[in-house]
């Protein structure tokens, strides 16, 4: 069974229909966020204290047919039975921690009959809310998003982007600021500021003024949803919701959203970590969009007909070092499904890194191309490592879209090859697919579940976290099938070692954006493990390569002084010993600039 990702920056949203109360606003919306699914309503009736709840009878019997016809015409599930209460707000957290949803909607005219304010009902949110006022088409060509800093305005973007995914609104976010003092919170909004760089598709704007209701309602005249979030003060404030919001919810009659996360406030708003995990909203909303299964694409007569569409060349190169055992059946496999029995692949070129085995012979008598890395470009040298191949292979094939599979996969089956190609085929805008899959290693006879990706895990996801948290939905930077367009992979440097994977990752995402990346599940890859020194090397090459990106990123140089050998502890009998190997990671310029290349691919007319 094919695993499944969540493809909704928010899971399950909860509306209650309360009597005396219609939900028709705080179900538009919903339905704006949740694109119709994954949408739970509960019946709650209110009977004044004093009155016997024996008096709800035929108010509930209302409520149920409500909720019936609900059901009938929109796609929403109901939450167990008609809640009937003296204190009708505890009936509705109840459900709500029954249910634990993402998000809790309210209108204000539910307020009012459950007997709260928007700023009581605010104030300790059972999980992140929206205040809903005004009225709200069902397709909102406009919506303006009030963002500043700290969790609400986390809550508020994150609430923007559902709405523009689901109904193609153009989605424009306000910053204001003062025209004096510097405002609270200005270094959280830094965390906002870094997401919004990377969402070009959001219209930024600024506003300078000293009364922040006045110049949101200004700017929002003319779009159709409003969202702003509710002051920013600690749960036991007296404030809760703020002048700012209750203007704006008293003042304008289109549709407004005041929001409020559940998450604990920041205990220092003028702090920049304050407005840290508002990268998370990029993340969900990349990982949501970007993330395929391989089976998606394995209609192949459909992904041919895509290919012929766009006019696509394709090219598998295969990285090899002495891989005699599996080299042949991955060659065999590409070539008899995608080549002979579905045009999907247009050549296969081995590039291999002087092996001493048989590797070559196996691979010539496939009948495909077989070069020796070391060879290829002789007056740039020759270097040792997987990078070298993988950027010479650039030179060797003619492709539009350039694959890269490892020959030691012991599992291998077309999904490897297809799966990458999916995105790219199918999506114009995706320059660069890394694959992913669960990992048992091979030790001997026998299979260790889950036992992979150590390197990744301890070294390449904790440098992404720290240094490019943009990629920390990247489930397996390292993995060594992935690939992209040559008019991208051509401008990119290459690592010469063990850093080639995590380097092009980090340089795609700096020169085209993380929208231009797409990761697939090919499922599983049985593969044998390596010692702990080659695993040791290659994290000291790999911190070397992120290094290296962080200095271009900062302007500041630390390579030059830091240590490129390292100690290596051997055991020898009843005695350790210190041995050093030199670990410097290489890198090779663009390939667009060298000569030979330029002359095949970008001739001078």
């Not at 990744?456 to 990247?474: D, H």
Request: hydrophobic residues 40%; glycine residues 8%; contains cysteine.
């Amino acid at each position: 069974m094919s695993r499944r990702y969540s493809t909704r920056l928010f899971r399950n949203v909860l509306v209650p229909v309360i009597h005396g109360a219609a939900p028709d606003a705080a179900l538009t919306v919903a339905m704006m966020i949740a694109e119709a699914t994954h949408v739970t309503i509960c019946g709650i009736v209110g009977i004044p204290d004093g009155q016997s709840l024996s008096a709800a009878a035929l108010p509930a019997r209302a409520v149920r047919q409500t909720l019936r016809e609900l059901g009938n015409t929109r796609r929403v599930r109901t939450s167990g039975r008609i809640r009937v209460s003296h204190e009708p707000w505890t009936e509705l957290l109840q459900v709500v921690e029954q249910e634990c949803p993402d998000l809790l909607i309210l209108d204000t005219s539910q307020l009012a009959i459950l007997n709260m304010t928007a700023g009581a009902a605010l104030r300790y949110p059972p999980c992140d809310m929206i205040i809903a006022g005004g009225g709200f088409p069902e397709r909102p060509d406009e919506v303006l998003c009030a963002v500043r800093g700290g969790p609400y305005a986390e809550l508020a973007l994150r609430l923007g982007l559902a709405i523009g995914r689901t109904s193609h609104s153009r989605l424009t976010a306000l910053h204001l600021s003062p025209t004096t003092t510097a405002p609270l919170g200005e270094a959280a909004f830094k965390g906002v500021d870094r997401v919004l760089r990377n969402l070009p598709q959001v219209v930024r704007k600024y506003v300078k003024t000293d009364d922040a209701a006045e110049g949101i309602l200004e700017a929002s005249s003319g779009c159709d949803v409003l969202i702003v979030g509710a002051t920013a003060r600690p749960r036991d404030a007296l404030i809760s919701i703020g002048p700012v919001a209750e203007t704006i919810l008293a003042r304008r009659t289109k549709g407004v959203l005041v929001v409020k996360s559940s998450r604990p406030f920041p205990v220092n708003m003028n702090s920049e970590s304050a407005g840290q995990t508002a990268i998370s909203v990029l993340v969900d909303k990349w990982f949501a969009e970007n993330t395929y299964h391989a089976t998606e694409f394995e209609d192949l007569a459909s992904l041919l007909e895509l290919k012929k569409k766009h006019r696509l060349k394709i090219s598998i190169a295969l990285p090899a070092l002495n891989e005699e055992a599996t080299v042949g059946k991955v060659i065999q496999t590409i070539r008899d499904a995608l080549m002979q029995r579905v045009p999907l692949v247009d050549e296969i070129v081995v590039m291999d890194s002087a092996s001493s085995d048989r590797t070559r012979e196996i691979a010539s008598a496939q009948g495909v191309p077989v070069h020796v890395h070391q060879e290829v470009l002789p007056d740039l040298g020759a270097r040792a490592g997987k990078g070298e191949a993988l950027w010479k292979s650039l030179c060797l094939t003619s492709g539009d879209v350039v694959i890269w599979i490892d020959t030691d996969v012991m599992n291998i089956h077309p999904r490897f090859v297809y799966g990458l190609l999916g995105p790219l085929i199918a999506h114009p805008e995706i320059q660069f697919v890394k694959g992913f899959y669960r990992r048992p290693l091979k030790v001997g006879n026998k299979l260790q579940a889950g036992g992979g990706g150590r390197v990744t895990e301890l070294t390449a996801r904790p440098l992404l976290n720290l240094f490019f948290p943009e990629l920390s939905g990247i489930i397996q930077p390292l993995s060594g099938e992935y690939g992209g367009r040559r008019s991208a992979l051509e401008q990119l440097p290459f690592s010469s070692g063990y850093g080639v994977e995590i380097g092009l990752l980090i340089d795609v995402f700096e020169k085209f954006g993380l929208g231009s990346i797409a990761q697939v599940d090919l499922q599983e890859r049985i593969h044998h493990n390596q010692p702990l020194e080659s695993l040791s090397k290659m994290s000291f090459a790999i911190i070397q390569t992120v290094m290296r990106r962080i200095e271009k990123r900062y302007g500041v140089k630390m390579l030059e002084d830091v240590n490129k050998t390292m100690k290596l502890i051997r055991y020898g009998q009843q005695r350790l010993l210190l041995d050093v190997d030199e670990i410097a990671e290489l890198e090779r310029p663009p390939m667009i600039e060298v000569k030979e290349y330029r002359e095949r691919f970008h001739p001078v007319t």
